[in-house]
């Protein structure tokens, strides 16, 4: 059975930082890019970052470069991203998601692309 498991979330103060980890089982994650995304309610689904298989090629959605890094660990199955200097506007529900790229060092944006979901994680930050 394929699972994606998001942890990590909570609620933060503006400025501070998670670190949100994204555990995969039931497929082998060395052959999927890994994305994050957000939603809030009555709002699309957001990109955040994704990585590509081997990790050797990342993007960052334009609200979150230079805050979020996105990182994986094969032998772990699982995918971080870690977040800095957070912002009221970064609150949501974040999701990681998986999607079968052939070529290496190519990710995807476009979250209707993507084959599997986690449940979502929520994050909240708020003074």
């Known amino acids: 059975q394929v699972q994606l498991v998001e942890s990590g979330g909570g609620l933060v103060q503006p400025g501070g930082s998670l670190r949100l980890s994204c555990a995969a089982s039931?497929?082998?994650?060395?052959?999927?890019?890994m994305g994050w995304f957000r939603q809030v309610p009555g709002k699309e689904r957001e990109f955040v970052a994704a990585i590509s298989w081997g990790g050797g090629k990342i993007e960052y959605g334009d609200s979150v470069k230079g805050r979020f890094n996105i990182s994986r660990v094969n032998a772990k199955s699982t995918v971080y991203l870690q977040m800095n200097s957070m912002k009221p506007e970064d609150t949501g529900v974040y999701y990681c998601?998986?999607?079968?790229?052939?070529?290496?060092?190519?990710?995807?944006?476009?979250?209707?692309?993507?084959?599997?979901w986690g449940q979502g994680t929520q994050v909240t930050v708020s003074s």
């Open positions: 039931g497929f082998t994650l060395d052959d999927y890019a």
């Open positions: 998601a998986a999607v079968f790229l052939i070529r290496p060092m190519t990710v995807s944006k476009n979250p209707n692309e993507y084959t599997y």
